[in-house]
């Protein structure tokens, strides 16, 4: 199973025009659709939603949004993205 | 449904003169007319007002605003700027 | 309204010599004349006061100053700069 | 027993297409397949399991896990990286 | 009034020789004479005590002094220097 | 007894294939042989194991290890490293 | 009383081969034979121990000492570092 190594940035091409997760700092989550980023991990997001994790009275975990549309996100926040599918 | 890839900085052009919101670490948020900007997210921005967001009595979230005029955001202190609608 | 988009730091020139409020990190702020800045937002400061915000017995927010007289800020503590009003 | 001695990012070529363990700031501990990093420790990871550990109610340490799939780690967050063993 | 726009930094040559105040993260106090600097504002000083504040019993507010003598602070704790009275 | 001054991480040199100890951030120590390092001390450690200090119920401190086998430190978490000793 | 400005850390020189004090971020001391140093005050000592304060029962303000031998500390985690003195 040979493959070529790639810079992890470069990963990020595929998911251009898909939508992904960004884990940030401060524990915030984003859901949008990568529209660029740069070698800082500098990301523009649109459609972009920041979700909130919480428990509800029955101790199920439930997810709220708030809708934020295009977003620029300064890359040195970011801890991790999580890539779209690769179908 | 093509597009070429920009940086996310790029995406800030779109937004000059426009109203945007900037979210600032340690909880602050800001809004203004985006002046200016450059690539370390330094932004100008003018009739801005800082907003705080708090529960009145009644459990409702409001907002109060502290009218700052033109500042000058250090653009380390960014975690994401949320761009002006696309009309 | 067309304008010529210029960088952040830019518009700190049209404050020299003014008085200008600066937010800094772990809640200082300081008031004072911008005697001179750099790309860093390094500031050179004269007859600088930092200001100290409390609530009085009646819940009245007040503020107590201290005189500084000429400081040097290192930038990287600025949160944002609020310029001198432009009349 | 003489050997050359490499940088340690040079060590992480031995560990692509194999297993690791991120251990990164915030208590966060990552396990997946390597598929790329840069100078930077930012890496590229596939079938990604986001680890948990909490103790049971009869003090056993256990794991829980969160499949991510593939990511991005920015690599400012990373504290360590746990080598595939080589054999 | 006519005055040259000079760097921040280069305010501090005035100070050389002379007692400044330093004002460091952490909530730490130098006070010492200016014996070097550079565009870091790493500083060297000399003569210098750490100065710590609390209240006494009567609810005044002393100083209480540690002598160091010559001291290099690294530049990235300073949050202020306030630069000798220039007389 | 004269001497050649040297820089810091040069004296890492003498410490390859040797037994070392790495006190990072986070209150974590790390014991392992010092199989490379760079100049941002960046580090990499062969049969490490991670001490955990403890009072046991007679208030002696006692260690627990974690055995990691190979890993990459990154170098920024460094705050010292504890040389061999060099006989 | 002229004197040439040397930049901070040339006033190190003065000091290697004599005993110094270092004050670390996240309170720790160390006192040491300084070996070594760069620009980045990364810093290489001989014969240190780590220096703990405490108070007490009768309090009194003792110290204990922890020796560590030969280490190199990274140079942001520096606070200032006291010179030798100078006879």
Redesign the interface.
């Known amino acids: 199973?040979e493959?070529k190594?790639?810079?992890?940035?470069?990963?990020?091409?595929n998911s251009?025009?898909k939508v992904i997760l960004i884990k940030?700092?401060?524990n915030?989550l984003?859901r949008g659709v990568l529209?660029?980023?740069?070698e800082h991990?500098?990301?523009?997001l649109e459609g972009t939603s920041q979700i909130f994790e919480y428990q509800d009275e029955d101790g199920n975990i439930r997810e709220e949004h708030e809708n934020?549309?295009?977003?620029?996100?300064?890359?040195?926040?970011?801890?991790?993205?999580?890539?779209a599918?690769?179908e």
């Open positions: 199973m493959r190594h790639h810079r992890p940035i470069d990963y990020l091409h251009i025009n940030v700092k401060r915030r984003f529209g660029g980023f740069d991990l500098n990301l523009y934020l549309g295009s977003i620029v996100v300064r890359g040195d926040n970011v801890i991790f993205v999580n890539l599918n690769q």
